[in-house]
Structure formats: structure tokens, C-alpha cells
């Protein structure tokens, strides 16, 4: 009987030592799933704050780009003003000129009269001093006309400039606001990760997005909040949601099409 109990409780022991180290297996087991899931969150986290960093950049680019933008239109503005006010001037030259050719060509004529014939109120012995009074006030007069036409001539070269400035300009807005009419990008969402607030979208640089692309979510033709790209590549990006732009319990689901917020007018 003895023996039988001390085969038992060795038996006993045998069990428990077997099960202790399943046990011991299982926890240990635990403890690496366990760090290892510690350290993909830290990795995911560090992943995320880098793409809002990258984000905070592109969005500040972004915004240089649009000031650059203004400026160059106010800077046409000014250049069409500057083109009205100098075609003004060079009217007002034209004008003066043709007045100045009018003068002299009666100047001329006078002096051709007197050459041919002398009137009776005026006496032979003053003809020449009148000759050279007249002569002189046509030197004055051809000296004004040619300051005038150097004038025209600035004038002229001044306003071709501003001509060809505006035509560029005019292109260069031209083509921008052709691209932005053709710009009507819209994709699907493929994947959603809504615990860490993040999309899949299928398509990327190839369809036209590009870093600073914020986009609106769509499903059965309402929008429904609004995403912000993190990362792209050339057929896919990730977006991140944009906080407080969806109804409370409204949350991205595979399928749903999103569409440009504002076109890129690069």
C-alpha cells in the first residue's frame, strides 16, 4: 500500500512538473508576443509622426506655391497698368509730333514764299534777318521734333517689352488654368485601418496626386469627411483621416471614392 501511494505521488509530481512547463512555455511564449507587439508600436508611432512632419512640409510648400502664385498675377496687374499708361504717353507724343510737323511745314512754306517774292510791307533790307530768324526757329523746332521721336522711340521699345511680358505671363495663367479645368481625379479606397485612422487609396503620383493632396470621401454620392495624404507612391498612397471631419460613429470603409478638396493648380 505504501508503494502504491509513493507511485502516486511521484505520478503526482511527474504532472505537475509536465504541466508547470507547458505553463512556463505558454508565458514565456506570451512575453515575446508581448515585446514584440511593444515594439511595432513603437515603430508605427515613430512612422506616423515622421509622415506628419512630412506632411507639415509639404503643406507650408504648399503655401509658398500659392503666394508665389498671387504675387506673379498682382505683379501682371501692375504690368497692364504700367502698358495703359505708357500707350497714353505715347498717344500724347504722336500728338504733339504730328502738331510740331504741322509747324514746321508752314515754317518752310513761309520761307519758300519769301524767297520767291518780297511784299509790300516788308522791306528788302529786313528779308534777310527774317530768313535767318526763321531758319533759326526751324533748328529749334527740328531740335524738339528729334528730342520727341527719341522719346517715341523709348517709348515704342518700352511698350514692345511690356507687350511680351504680358503675353508670357498671360501663358504661363492660360496654361494654369487648363490644367486646372482638366484636374478631376477620383479614386477608390482599397483598404481602412480605422484604429489607427489610416486608408489605402488606389492610385498615387501616376494619377496625378501628389504629397499636399487633401482629399474628400464620398459613398453613394454625399461626402463624408475628409482625408490627408501621408505617404505616396506611383499606383497607391495612405491618408490619414482629418480630425472632426466625420459624423460621430461615420467611419471609412472599403469602396468608398474620394475626390480632390481643391485641385492642384501646378
Given amino acids: 500500500m505504501k508503494n502504491l501511494f509513493y507511485i502516486l505521488a511521484v505520478v503526482a509530481i511527474a504532472v505537475a512538473a509536465f504541466f508547470g512547463w ?31 512632419q512630412d506632411r507639415k512640409v509639404a503643406t507650408d510648400e504648399m503655401n509658398s506655391a500659392r503666394d508665389a502664385n498671387n504675387e506673379a498675377i498682382a505683379n501682371l496687374e501692375a504690368t497692364k497698368a504700367r502698358f495703359t499708361g505708357l500707350k497714353r504717353k505715347l498717344s500724347e507724343v504722336e500728338t504733339r509730333q504730328e502738331e510740331a510737323n504741322g509747324r514746321i511745314e508752314k515754317v518752310d512754306q513761309f520761307i519758300a514764299e519769301i524767297k520767291q517774292q518780297v511784299p509790300g510791307d516788308i522791306r528788302i533790307e529786313d528779308v534777310p534777318q527774317i530768313v535767318s530768324d526763321l531758319r533759326e526757329e526751324e533748328k529749334t523746332k527740328n531740335k524738339a521734333l528729334e528730342e520727341l521721336d527719341l522719346v517715341r522711340e523709348k517709348l515704342n521699345k518700352e511698350v514692345v517689352k511690356l507687350k511680351d511680358e504680358i503675353i508670357r505671363t498671360g501663358g504661363k495663367i492660360a496654361e494654369s488654368k487648363k490644367r486646372v479645368s482638366a484636374n478631376d481625379f477620383e479614386a477608390s479606397v482599397s483598404a481602412v485601418n480605422n484604429e489607427w485612422g489610416f486608408l489605402v487609396i488606389g492610385a498615387g503620383e501616376n494619377s496625378g496626386l501628389t504629397g499636399q493632396s487633401k482629399l474628400l470621401v464620398k459613398r453613394s454620392g454625399r461626402l463624408v469627411g475628409k482625408v490627408a495624404i501621408s505617404n505616396i507612391e506611383a499606383n497607391q498612397a495612405i491618408a490619414e483621416v482629418v480630425p472632426g471631419t466625420f459624423a460621430k460613429g461615420v467611419v471609412v470603409q472599403t469602396g468608398d471614392r474620394v475626390i480632390l478638396e481643391t485641385v492642384n493648380p501646378n
Fill in 22 to 52: 507547458q505553463v512556463k512555455g505558454k508565458h514565456e511564449e506570451k512575453i515575446k508576443e508581448r515585446k514584440d507587439l511593444v515594439s511595432k508600436n513603437k515603430n508605427l508611432s515613430t512612422n506616423i509622426e515622421d509622415r506628419r
